[in-house]
RNA sequence: GCGGGCGUGGUGAAAUUGGUAUACACACCGGACUUAAAAUCCGGAGGCUUCGGCCAUGCGGGUUCAAGUCCCGCCGCCCGCACCA
C-alpha cells in the first residue's frame, strides 16, 4: 500500500518530460479534428514570470487540456511581447544592450514557464523583436501604406526635453516625464498614423456581433469610439476676418440654436491666430492657453478662461442678431471642427463662462408642464428632456423634433455656394499614431528622399534590420546618431536619401500575433489559409487593463489585413475573458503615513492576538499596519513570486490556489494559509487514490444504480456533468468546489475499500469514480493526475485521454424531494417520485402534517407547484 | 460631470438566473490517534430564542404565491472615460 507523500519536486519533471516527448501539445495544421484556439495575452519579458502571469496561463491551460479532452485539435501557443522602452532604460542603466537584456529575459521567464506544467505548443513560440517576425510587420505595414491605410501628418505629442523623446499620456504624470522627471512640452511633429478612424464606425456597430464578450469592455470600447451625431453649422461672420467669412462649429444640440450666447474657438483655432496678429493681448492669452498643463489634475481645477476676440458672428436665423467670438480654454482644437456655440441655458460650462463674462442666458428647453414666462436658469444648466421655449418657430416642440427642425431649415440656406448646416457623425476616436522616437522597436520600412519625397523600402530589401552597436550614453534615439545606419539610397532615384528613424509603438506588435501563430514558420506575414482555419480565436484570456487599446488596434489590424489579403475574417476574438489580480495585503511600520516603510510578506510574521491578527515584523519586533489588499506592487513590496509556491508545494498547488475560491474575473488574494490549504488538498487526493490502488488493482470500472455503490456512482456523475458545464463556462472557482465534494463523497467509500471492506459492486463504483476523479482534477492539477493515473495501473497519459462521459440517467433522481412553503416560508419537505402529476403532488402535499395545521381545516386559496423545484401553499 | 459595476457569516465566496440563502474552502471550536507535537481522520458552527419559533443578503419602500436576484429612493465602495460641444 503506497502511503508516501506524494513528491511534487520528483513527479512534476517526470511527467513534463513525457508530455514532451509524446509532443502532446504540438498542434497540427492538417489535423482533421475541430479546432479550439485558445491563447492568453503574451507576457512583455520584464525579467521574471509574476504571480499575475500564473493565474492567467493557468486559467487558458484548463481550458486548453480541457478542450483537448473533448477531442478538439487545440491550438495554445506562447510568445513574447519583447520591444520597448524598459529594455532600453536597462541598457541606460545597467550598460546592457536591449537585445541581450530582452533575451536573457525570455530564457528565463521560459524556464519559469516551464515549470508551471502549461500544455504549450512550443514549437510555434516567437518573440516579437525577432528578426523574423518583424520582417514580417514591415511587410504588412508596406501593404497597409499601399492600400491607403498609412497616413504622414503632423500631430501635437507630449515631448519630454531630457529624454528627447515622444511620451504616452499615461507616461505623463502630473505634467513631467515618468522616468526623467522633466517638465513635458507640448511639441508639433510629424508622425506616422495607421487610419483606424476609417473603420470607427464599423469597430463600434460589430462590438454588437462580439457575444462572447464581457458588456464592460464593450461599453468601454464605445465610449472611446465615441460616436455622436450632430449638426456642422456655419455661422457667417458680421465682417469678413483676413478672407475669412464663416465659422464652422460642431453641435449635437442645434435645437438650442435660439439660446446661443456666444461662440468659443480653441486656441489654435485659424481664426484665433488670425486675431492674434493684431491683437497682442489675445496673442498673450494664446500663449498662456498653450502652455497650460495637460495633465487631469490641471485640466480639472483649470478655471474655463476666454478672451474676446472682438470677431462677431450673425445668427443664422437672425440678420439682425450678433454673437461674440471668444477664444477659450475649454475648447479642443481635436474635436469636432475646435469651435462652439455656447448656450448657457442647456450646458453647465457655458453657464460659467458665461456668468462669468456677463453674457445672456436664455432658457431654451424647460421640464414639460413648466411656466415658460417664469422658468429661469440662474446656476444650474437644464440638460433634461423637455419643451422648447424662448426659440420662436421651435416653441413647443420636443427637443429631438427641434433637432431635426433646424437641420432640414439650414440644409437649405446657403453660405458661400455651401449650405448653412450639415448633419454630421462625429467620433472621439482618433486616428493611430504609431511613431516612437525609440531604438528598440521594429523600423518603419520608410526612405525620406529629397527629391522623391518619402519612399517606401522596396519588399525585396526587407527586412530593415535594427543595427546592433549602437550606444545609450546620452538621451535620445540612437538610430538618430547612428554613423551609417539612417543613410541610405533611395529606391526610387539613386541619389543619397536618409531613413526613417522611427520606430513603432510596441502595440503594433501584439496587433498581429495571435495571426502570426497559426502559422509561425510561413515567408508572408500570415498563411491565410491556416489564419482563417483558426482563427477567430476561441477563448482570448488576459487582462482588463487592454479593454481598449490593445483589443481596439487588434480589431482593426484584423480589418486591415483583411483588407491587404492577408486573412479573411473581421474580427480576432470571439470571446473574450478578463481575469482579475493577484492582490495581497501590505505591511507598513513607521505608521501609515508617507514616512511609513513597506515590508514584504517574508519580513512580517503574522500572530494571532485575541482573535486579531497582528504583523510583527521579524527583525526588529515592531507591530506592522496590515494595509489593505491591493494590486502586488515592488514599490508596496507586497510581491509573491511563483516560485514561493513551487519551489515548496510545486505547480500544481500554485494553479490550484490561482483558481480557488475567487471567481476568475474578480481579484484573487494570494494567503500563506491558502496555498497551504491547496496544497493539503493535492496530498489527501494522493491518499485517497494511493491508499485505495491495491484493492482495485484487478477491479473493472463499473457503475451503478442502487445502494451504496449507486450513491457513488450518483454522486460521481453529477459532479463529472457539472464540472463539465462550469469549465465551459470558465467557473473554475465552481469547479473546483465541485471536486472537493467529490473527493468528500469518496472518503468513506474508498476507505472501505482500502480497508478490504466493500463489496464487488462498491468496488467497481470506486473504481470508476476514482478514474472520473483523477481526469477532473487533471486540467488544474495534470502531474498529480498522471501519477494517480500511473498509480491506478494506466500505460497511457491523462493528457492524451478523453474526458470521461456521464450517464444521464444517473444524474436524474427517479424521486424528488420539494421544499414546501406554507405562505412562502419553507415548513418541511415532500419525497415524491420525480414523474408524479401536479395533481397527486398536491394532493401529497396537503396531507403533510404541518400543512393540515397550518391550514387549519380550511380549503387552501392555492397550491404552486414549480415541477422539479418547490410547492408553495397559500393558506 | 458622463458611463458601468458591486454591497451575502470571522474571511474568500456559492445560490440552477424569481423557487430550500450561506454550497465549497480558509480560519475557528470539540473529539480520535500520539508520551507529546505535527500530520491525518471524525464531528460542530449565521444571529436571537421563553425551544413554539422569530430575525438575517448595505438601508428604506414596492411588485409577487415566492425577492440576494426585478422596480423606485437613499448610503457606501470600486472601475472606465473625462473641458468631447
Redesign the pocket.
Known sequence: MATERYNPRASEPKWQKAWAEKKLFEARNDDPKPKYYVLEMFPYPSGRIHIGHTRNYTMGDVVARYKRAKGFNVLHPMGWDAFGMPAENAAMQNKVHPKEWTYQNIATMREQLKVMGLSLDWAREFATCDVDYYHRQQMLFLDFVEKGLVTRKSSKVNWDPEDMTVLANEQVIDGRGWRSGALVEQRELTQWFFKITDYAQDLLDSLDGLDEWPE?VK??QQ??I?R?E?LLIRWPLASDVAGEHELEV????PDTIFGASFMAV?ADHPLAKKAAETNPELAKFIDEVRH?GTS?AA??T?E?KGFDTGIRVVHPFDDSWTLPVYVA????ME??T?A?FGCPSGDQ?DLDFANKYGLPVIPVVMPEGGDAKSFQITEEAYVDDGVMINSRFLDGMKPDRAFDEVAKLLEQKTIGNRPMAERKVNF?LRDWGISRQRYWGCPIPMIHCEDCGVVPVPKADLPVKLPDDVDFDRPGNPLDRHPTWRHVKCPQCGKDARRETDTMDTFVDSSWYFARFTAPWAHEPTDPRAANEWLPVDQYIGGIEHA?LHLLYSRFFTRAMRATGHLDLAEPFKGLFTQGMVVHETYRVGGASNNGRWLSPAEVRIE?AEGKRRAIEIATGEEAAIGSLEKMSKSKKNTVSPEDITDGYGADTARWLML????PE????W?D??A??AH??M??IWRLVSTAAETLAGVKPATADAGEAGAVSKATHKILKAVGEDIEKL?F??AI?RI??LA?VL??PLNQVAEGKADPALQGACREAVEILVHLIAPVMPHLAEECWETLGGTDLVAERPWPVFDPALVVDNQV?Y?V?V????RGDLTIARDADQGAVEKAVLALDFVQKALEGKAPR?V?I?PQ??V?V?A
Open positions: 464592460k461599453l468601454m465610449n472611446w465615441g455622436s450632430g460642431y453641435t449635437t444640440r480653441a497650460m487631469v485640466l480639472e483649470a474655463k480654454n475649454f475648447v479642443l474635436y469636432g475646435g462652439i460650462r472621439r481598449i494571532d480557488s475560491d475567487s471567481p474578480g481579484d484573487v488574494e494567503t494559509d491558502g497551504a490549504g493539503r488538498f496530498q489527501r467557473g472557482n465552481r468546489a472537493y465534494e468528500n472518503t468513506t424531494t421544499p412553503q405562505n412562502g416560508k419553507k392555492k404552486i414549480v423545484r418547490i408553495n397559500v
